[in-house]
């Protein structure tokens, strides 16, 4: 069965401390990988899709990257707004194209 | 431009009863799904659609129905609650039936 596993579960930093969150991912054949960021008690937001190891994608103070195994989202001297849990997802290669999502990675960022 | 509009926001229900949560898009999107959300695990595909008048089981469909007469509506039915069902519910909906999906606000279901 196809899984998800992101890393850390949770993450603190300062404001303009650089980091980033892991996906990993289990796919007998990957049509793509997502990222999503989700503030509390609004539904996901759409960031970013990746379809091939290799390819980078930028958004602001946010860059996703994609390997053979896992995915990363680098963010850059982080914002307080920043602030959110950031959800990973493959599309399963199914008769349906199911995305298959991770637990998530809760950031916070501190002024 | 209102996207994806769930209603309620939040419900307690009694163990037993029934309820529907609505879900509207404005967008066109031929694809719609419903997804529940629990703390510590990913959102689960409850049930999905194509278009109007198609729909099919995903993850975890049990305790749950769906229709789609119209592109823009796809309601979830809970028949008989049971306390298992309390969870967050998110409609989404997509263009493409891909990976970029377009969510709602959420339902968050208490059932005593």
């Known amino acids: 069965e196809d899984q998800v596993t992101q890393s850390p579960e949770a993450l603190r930093l300062q404001e303009g401390e650089s980091s980033s969150l892991n996906c990993s991912y289990t796919?007998?054949?990957?049509?793509?990988l997502f990222w999503y960021r989700q503030d509390p008690g609004k539904g996901p937001e759409f960031l970013f899709t990746l379809y091939s190891a290799g390819e980078e994608k930028e958004k602001e103070r946010l860059k996703a990257t994609l390997t053979k195994k896992e995915s990363f989202l680098h963010i850059t001297a982080p914002k307080p707004e920043d602030s959110a849990t950031y959800l990973c997802?493959?599309?399963?290669?199914?008769?349906?194209?199911?995305?298959?999502f991770g637990t998530g990675t809760r950031l916070l960022v501190s002024p | 431009n209102a996207g994806v509009t769930q209603t309620p926001k939040f419900r307690i229900l009694k163990i037993g009863q029934s309820m529907t949560l609505q879900c509207t898009q404005d967008?066109?999107?031929?694809?719609m799904y419903w997804y529940r959300q629990d703390p510590g695990m990913g959102l689960k595909l409850i049930y999905y659609?194509?278009?109007?008048?198609?729909?099919d089981k995903g993850e975890v469909p049990n305790g749950y129905n769906v229709s789609r007469s119209t592109t823009e509506d796809f309601p979830l039915r809970l028949e008989l609650a049971a306390p298992s069902q309390t969870s967050v519910y998110f409609c989404a909906s997509s263009p493409g039936g891909a990976g970029e999906l377009f969510f709602g606000e959420g339902s968050r279901l208490t059932v005593l």
């Open positions: 796919v007998s054949g990957l049509r793509g």
């Open positions: 997802a493959v599309l399963e290669n199914t008769g349906f194209q199911k995305l298959v």
């Open positions: 967008m066109n999107h031929n694809y």
């Open positions: 659609s194509v278009g109007a008048g198609i729909t």
